[in-house]
């Protein structure tokens, strides 16, 4: 299972982002995709989640109303589309999938494989 994660950078309040996540070695379409994220002296914490039906959604309280997660399960990419960034959005975005396939989970004990991160840095 490989994750690569793309779409950090430096960006100011207020600004939008779309990050992106490319999946291989495993049946993309049939795994729940999340994102986390974790700051400097934070523990990871979960942002927003899809199901492989691209039925179910969650997301953190902190980012519901800015953040959209989507995915397109012929690119085997999921995406986190995040608008109206705030300073406290700054951390390492992580994405993940779950340890068995067609299975639901918020926390980071429900995911098994992790891809490498990227820094996402807002401004004030």
């Not at 995709?33 to 934070?42: C, I, L």
Request: proline share 2%; net charge neutral.
């Amino acid at each position: 299972v490989q994750l690569q994660a793309s779409g950090g950078g430096l960006v100011q309040a207020g600004d939008s982002r779309q990050l992106s996540c490319e999946a291989s070695g495993f049946t993309f379409s049939t795994y729940t995709m999340g994102w986390f994220r974790q700051a400097p002296g934070e523990e990871r914490e979960f942002v927003a989640a899809l199901s492989w039906d691209i039925v179910t959604t969650a997301f953190a309280d902190s980012v519901k109303g800015r953040f959209t997660i989507s995915r397109d399960n012929t690119r085997n990419t999921v995406y986190l589309q995040m608008n109206s960034l705030k300073p406290e959005d700054t951390a390492i975005y992580y994405c993940a999938t779950t340890r068995t396939a067609r299975t639901w989970g918020t926390t980071p004990g429900d995911y098994d494989y992790w891809g490498r991160g990227t820094q996402v840095t807002v401004s004030s």
